[in-house]
């Protein structure tokens, strides 16, 4: 009885010290976020003189035009269909390797891991001139191809990095039990393995589409035609020698954001879900 | 589980396609982030029987891009087999992501580029094609399009003729019974009367190009020697002598006295700018390129060009500071010079150039422009004053400018002029020209 | 059960796209730290000359790299700290919990343009949010010059990198602290465990393997920040803001100077190496090989 109550109170004080660090990081989150929304309804001129209140001058204008004139939504297109194929090869590619890896063990697995987080401290300055000269030669420059394939090449690490870590921490029981029931490696990788790496997976796929889809870097050296842009690049290109158009680049980016905040928090269930099954089958 | 793996095998394979009939839509027609042409020009593009070529221009003035649309929505009129796609690359990044694309000849058949260190590099690459006789050179005035010569040949040509020095609002000097000082007292007397009268006398955008426009005046008549930053690139003259010590102390002098807004090494230049419409400050530390943009937002300023003179009256030898810029290429890696050409032949008319003056609020080098903006009128008078060229794009080393400009700012940021100029020195030590 | 054949075909796809396009330039890029290339003429060959000017002949190497890690540390210590704590609050699944994690990650999203954007407009010094706020609530004597001071700027930044990823970590730690059955807390609450003593047994040696990958991850992509800090300061003032990965950059692309630059991509390599390497050391017991 005692203790019941201690604890009530315990968790109430708790609870009202844990909702304040909630809410107060909550706003430190959401302020900038903020103002840069209320800039996208004010005018150029009237952002250097009003920066933080309510727009005096509430115009559209800025969506207006980055919508019609700029073509955002070409933008938008192109960063989805790179970092879609990019993420969806990533996860294919080295969700097998992390099993390989796994499955060979010894100094097999160890080479092959080793070799690809190496790879996650490899700057891009290191590769990228001579990336450049090999996607060239390929004739890929100015192709999503090509841009998609060194993607995938650049990104895979950390894929294979999370994974393997993540499949270490199972118990080798596992597979000695598929072994008795008469698996090969196929249908043990399918049927048990990957199953239970869905919480990691989904914490890969996350990191990854989130690098792809930000790169600036890969898309910089190798789109030069505007309608193969993808959306940071697109964003950069606003950028005048001597003027920057702060509502306009805001309103670019809110409309850059918003499709991707409404997809992860349709997908965030799907996520959530996967973890939580990862863990209960587990 | 089966569901998702059968999901994820459908999305990637319907990304892969997607992906492929991107590469294949490449081809295609592509600008479409242009002004589209109008109906007409299209159906009669159509109707040519002739082979369609695509051109790429790349420049970095993301301002100028509507205007450059009516150009070649013109251009493509008069040469319906032509079409012209820009690509604009930031300026800070622009040697680096173009050299890349201007070698394998992707991107950029007419390309701008800097001139100094930029035109050098270009022009060890062999990326551009020899215009020297073209007929198209004779429309540029001659003393202005130096800079893109070299060994004899014109590789490049000028189109935008700046002048790098503070701009100044006419209308606040007025007030104040100010005129542009001849000497460093009098401008110091002068930036001392605009704080006492509650403005901020230099709007310095410290964070980007300040430092670098702003040690042109300065430096100008401190050292008149036009070949001493080649000089300081050999170790033959080094950053520690006199006259740079002199020029850091002075620019000191002013930030110390309050002359430059605070925190002006956070500040950037569209910043600066907007303190600068908005008449809080009454002379803006950047150059003529900024007139047009300041104009735009604030449609009552006039404005006007000055340049620090930081000798006494009787030994200044220069007035002033003009760079030509926006210099006009084809790419020698290009398979479409014929048609680069044409472009570049058009830009070089009268006419073009008369409209893109206006309309950007640059100053051109082409022959015979009329300029009908006060700012235009009032930044070509220094064509007939004794200026000299942006000394700071004779540095050819990158390092060795950024130990320069880091100099100006380190003496703001509070450091000593000699001990910044010696910790500038120690970099150009290292980095000498071979 | 042994190893099957058909392991090889799983890695093959991957690797082979690895090698092409990774691994292969990789070497090149090798080759060319021991050369002298200006991007456009020849490759001259000139064996260690660009390491002993890294090492010894260059000053701003040297400041990149403390600057780096000044960024890194900062970075590292309060991204992993406050994340941490923050998935402890919201590991379980309520509606308000998915709500605030939603909104801590949704800066991940944005892309490091905007979100240098966004920061510069905050920091701004006379139109920014910051200095205006403060400037209100009568704190003037709080308002600091957040870029353009050589002193602080590279911890402001570090301030963006963290409001910009933290909310990535926290997911990380959430799936980490969901991973932990819920039995091992009854069992130490029958015990008669507090919270802390219930932290320090039960989550901690569990949730050890996402604070390593939190750890780690978040070291390298501080260590290796380009797009931020290319965006928001380029480096200065005064280079206070330089790392190592924005000077390689100006190194190669202003200074057309790419064996050296490649050298110097070496060398920052090796240093992530260590640091990495070093941190396993330190979060002992969860060594992942």
Known sequence: MNDGTKRARGARTGSVGRTFVLVLFGLLVLLPVLVVVLATFKPMNELFVNPLGWPKTFTLDNYKEMIMEQSIGKYFMNSVIVTVSTIFSILFFSTMLAYAIYRFGGWRGLTLYGLFAAGMMVPPQVNMIPIYELVSDMKLTNTRIGLIAVSIAVFMPVAVFILSGFLKSLPKEMIEAASMDGCGEWQAYFRIVLPLSMSSISASAIFLSVMVWNDLLFPLLFINSNDKKTLPLALLQFQGEFMTNFPMIFAGVILASAPIVLAYLFLQRYFVEGAIAGSVKG | ?434 | ?289
């Open chain 3, 1 to 289: 059960m042994k190893p099957g054949k058909s392991l090889y075909l799983f890695v093959l796809p991957g690797l082979l796209i690895y090698l092409v396009f990774f691994v292969y330039p990789t070497l090149q890029g090798l080759v060319l730290s021991f050369s002298r290339w200006d991007g456009v003429s020849e490759k001259t060959w000139i064996g260690l000359d660009n390491y002993r000017r890294m090492l010894t002949g260059d000053d701003i190497f040297g400041k990149a790299f403390t600057n780096n890690l000044k960024f890194m540390l900062s970075v590292v210590v309060f991204q992993t700290f406050l994340s941490l704590t923050l998935a402890i609050l919201l590991f379980k699944n309520t509606r308000a919990n998915i709500f605030f994690r939603s909104l801590y990650f949704f800066p991940t999203i944005l892309s490091s343009v905007a979100v240098a954007f966004i920061w510069g407009f905050m920091y701004n010094p006379n139109v920014g949010v910051i200095n205006n706020v403060l400037g209100k609530a009568g704190l003037n004597v709080l308002a600091h010059n957040w870029l353009g001071d050589p002193k602080i700027a590279i911890y402001s930044i570090a301030f963006a990198q963290i409001w910009a990823h933290t909310g990535q970590m926290i997911v990380v730690f959430v799936a980490g602290l969901q991973a932990i059955p819920h039995d091992l807390y009854e069992a130490a609450h029958l015990d008669g465990a507090g919270r802390w003593q219930a932290f320090r047994n039960v989550t901690w040696p569990l949730v050890a393997p996402a604070a390593t990958i939190v750890a780690a991850y978040t070291t390298i992509q501080s260590f290796k920040a380009f797009d931020l800090i290319f965006a928001l300061t380029g480096g200065g003032p005064v280079y206070s803001t330089e790392i190592l990965s924005t000077y390689i950059y100006h190194t190669a692309f202003q200074g057309s100077e790419f064996g050296y630059a490649a050298a110097q991509s070496m060398g920052f390599m090796v240093i992530i190496a260590v640091i990495t390497f070093g941190q396993f050391k330190l979060l002992r017991g969860n060594r992942v090989y």
């Open chain 2, 1 to 434: 589980m089966k569901k998702w793996l059968n999901i994820s095998a459908f999305v990637l394979i319907l990304a892969l396609l997607l992906a492929g009939c991107g590469k294949s839509g490449s081809s295609e027609g592509g600008g479409a982030s242009n002004a589209a042409p109008s109906g007409e020009a299209g159906a009669k593009a159509s109707e040519d029987s002739g082979k369609k070529e695509k051109i790429s221009f790349v420049h970095w003035r993301g301002e100028d891009v509507k205007v450059f649309d009516e150009l070649i929505a013109e251009f493509t009129k008069q040469n319906p087999n032509i079409e012209v796609e820009q690509n604009v690359l930031p300026s800070e990044q622009y040697l680096a992501s173009a050299q890349a694309k201007l070698i394998d000849g992707t991107a950029g058949d007419v390309f701008a580029s800097f001139p100094g260190a930029q035109f050098e590099t270009f022009v060890k690459a062999n990326l551009y094609v020899d215009l020297t006789g073209a007929d198209f050179v004779s429309n540029y005035t001659d003393n202005l399009i130096q800079a893109g010569q070299k060994d004899g040949k014109q590789y490049a040509l000028p189109y935008q003729l700046v002048y790098n020095q503070p701009i100044y609002n006419k209308k606040i000097f007025e007030k104040l019974n100010l005129t542009p000082p001849k000497d460093w007292d009098g401008f110091l007397a002068l930036c001392e009367t605009l704080k006492k009268n509650g403005y901020i006398p230099i709007a310095f955008p410290g964070a980007d190009i300040g430092p670098g426009q702003f040690i042109n005046s300065m430096m100008m008549n401190n050292n008149t020697d036009e070949d001493i930053w080649n000089k300081v690139e050999t170790g033959q003259a080094k950053l520690t002598d006199e006259w740079f010590v002199k020029t850091l102390s002075q620019i000191k002098e002013l930030n110390d006295k309050g002359y430059f807004q605070p925190d002006s090494l956070g500040t950037n230049k569209d910043i600066a700018g907007s303190l600068f419409s908005q008449e809080k400050a009454a002379m803006l530390a950047t150059g003529s390129y900024m007139m047009a943009s300041n104009k735009q937002q604030n449609p009552n300023l006039e404005q006007g060009l000055l340049a620090p003179i930081t000798v006494p009256a009787d030994q200044a030898v220069f007035e002033g500071i003009h760079t030509t810029t926006f210099m006009l290429g084809v790419n020698a890696h290009s398979k479409k010079q014929d048609a680069a050409k044409k472009f570049v032949a058009f830009l070089s008319q009268k006419e073009n150039a008369e409209k893109y003056a206006n309309e950007t609020g640059q100053l051109v080098t082409v022959k015979d422009v009329q300029y009908n903006t006060p700012e235009l009128a009032e930044s070509a008078k220094w064509t007939d004053k004794h200026t000299r060229f942006q000394p700071r794009y004779l540095i050819t080393v990158a390092a060795i400018e950024k130990a320069v400009t880091s100099a100006v700012q380190n003496v703001i940021a509070g450091a000593d002029p000699a001990k910044a100029a010696a910790d500038a020195q120690k970099v150009v030590d290292q980095n000498l020209k071979k």
